[in-house]
């Protein structure tokens, strides 16, 4: 007989933790190895590998993004029905559709093919500060690289990148905790960036290209076609998952390799070691410590019932730390090969639709940065942004290194 979770002897943790990154991640390790679940004042965190993969498999359980609104006491019509058809807040068959016409335009091939695109942008940014040999990390290299990147995916012109940079800025004002201050500035984000997209559409529609767009017209599956609403919304989902989110993964890298030069040197006497390089860096220090689930109806899991709307927060830093899965998990070895995948990706039905592309953006910033950056160090204190934000990293990022290469 499963019995209620309210009901359950289990540890008490707040919800953010205070201190360094390491001194979190070795607080969360150390709870993991104790529970796989424990109570925080808003619901229960997740702390194994193996739990984290098998709820976030398990579709009972939805994506809390939709709660966003309601949690902070916003209710308005036109917002519900837009997040309604935000990717990352579907569910059921109404999410299977849209990752079935999608997922095709998403391969490793469609990544491939922007590559030499990347490492052109990246080296671009890195000219100015490597002539320098110091600069603050985030804001020159960045805050710019993925805006042309999203922007040449979606083929859209250079002309436009300024206005992407500033679309997607109004945009990621939904994670500033202020949405009925913020939402007609977002929405008004959004409005542009559809009124853009379906132009662009049409263009494409007439005239297909080598891109995102064109395939996603050409997308169709038993009959069944992408709407131009739909292709506007999915844009609007690529510009907020998979910007901000490089942006601090790549601010994350760079730290930690800054602090670790036997890695640093080793990526760059190896630069075929940058595929191993991204995912160990994603494992060890991921930009995105989670993520948060409800309960769809009352479900049973591991003997305990849990009620219908209950949260649940997996939580990917303790999972990559898993001393189950991962050997010796507290060490960044960017030549670990392991049989298990870290979770920063997610997993499950909204496991990261911009995979294969965050991984070759990192790839190749990374092997820019070992070889451009030798002597790679910290240069003053890097300020952090508050472990609330759901896509974390530091704000400023202070390096120095010999000039010229
Ligand atoms: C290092 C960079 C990135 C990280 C760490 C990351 C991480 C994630 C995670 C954890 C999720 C699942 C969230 C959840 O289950 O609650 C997700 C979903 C998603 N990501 Fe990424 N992402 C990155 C880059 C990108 C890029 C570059 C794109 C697009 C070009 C992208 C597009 C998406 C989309 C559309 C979804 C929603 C998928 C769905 O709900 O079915 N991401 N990402």
Redesign the pocket.
Known sequence: MAVPVADVEMPEVGLDADGSEDERRAALTDLATRTWIARTPLGYVITRHADVTAM?RDKRWF?A?GLIAQMQGVDDAEWNRRSGQN??G?EGDE?QRL?RLVGPA?TPKAAERLRPFMAEVINDLLDPLCARGHGDFVTEVCEPY?IPI?CE?LGAPRDDWELFSRLATDIFRVFNGNLARDLHTIMNAQDEMGAYMSKLIAERRAEPRDDLLSDLIAAEEAGDRLSTEEMQS?AN??LL??TD??RN?LACAVELFARCPDQLRLLRDEPSLAPLAAEEV?RHF???RG??RYASETLTYRDIEFPASTLIFPS?TAANHDETQFDQPMRFDITRRSSAPHM????????????F??RA??QEALKAVANRMPDLRLDGDVEWKPVSNGIWGPSTLPIRFTPGH
């Open positions: 976030l994506s993004i990717i990352l579907m999410h990752r998403f993925p999203i995916l999915l989902a690529v998952a998979g989110t490089t993964q994603m991921g930009a995105i993520t948060a990917f920063t990706f997610g997993s499950g039905i909204h496991y990261c639709l911009g995979a592309l965050a953006e990192l």
